[in-house]
């Protein structure tokens, strides 16, 4: 291993450059579940993302360079947990969910890497029903 | 944008079983893609080239599942 960064004394990060993408990706998907769940590669291979649980209060979804040039990047920072969905076809987004006090009746929001915590709302706002995963088809948004 | 809802936009009421759909975030319709009949929650992916989802539908034994393909 080339580098380690360090987020919090519980949970931790690992890059090593010299990793190919499947390696890297098989590293990342094999640290603890309570941790790091729903890791996704960007379409592009150049970023990855992942919700990450016990960094605050509430789960989160961080990015990060796949060649490990800066350190982890969280893109939500919300007072509901967060759960990364899917990345946009142009890999310049990537869906997320939120509920609202646990609900399990998930929203599902765009955010831009370039804008962190700007959530774009992509469906409806209180929904009375029960939203399963989601993708983007490469003819719609992104 | 495609995603499984228990609920029929169309019709606006609350379903049972998770239905599959397809969301034009431009115009703001919903189009049904697939309509199961029976109970499951399901998470549907799209395939690589955007062309084809693939989902989850319960069968006639309840502990059958199927895999179905869309396109």
Redesign the interface.
């Known amino acids: 291993m080339r580098s380690l960064h360090r987020e919090t004394p519980k949970v931790f990060f690992i890059y090593n450059t010299y990793m190919d993408l499947t390696q890297y990706a098989d590293a990342a998907v094999h640290l603890p579940y309570s941790e790091r769940i729903l890791t996704r590669v960007s379409p592009d291979n150049q970023w990855i993302a992942w919700t990450w649980f016990g960094v605050r209060e509430y789960a989160d979804v961080y990015v990060a360079p796949t060649d490990g040039s800066s350190a982890p990047m969280p893109l939500t920072d919300s007072s509901e947990n967060s759960f990364l969905v899917s990345w946009t076809p142009n890999s310049r987004a990537v869906l997320v969910a939120q509920d609202h006090d646990g609900d399990e009746r998930y929203r599902l929001y765009q955010i831009e890497v370039a804008c962190p915590s700007e959530l774009s709302l992509l469906t409806d706002n209180d929904p009375h029903y029960f939203h399963a995963a989601g993708s983007y088809i490469r003819t719609g948004i992104g | ?7 029929d936009f169309e019709m606006e009421r ?2 049972e079983p ?1 239905w599959l759909w ?5 115009m703001g319709e919903r189009l049904a893609l697939a309509r199961p009949d029976k109970t499951a ?6 395939s ?3 062309q084809h ?1 693939i989902y989850q539908r319960a069968g006639e034994h309840p502990s059958e599942r199927q895999v179905w393909i869309v396109g």
């Open positions: 944008m495609i995603y499984g809802a228990n609920y609350v379903l998770t397809r969301h034009d975030l431009v929650y399901f998470a549907p992916a799209l690589p080239d955007g989802v």
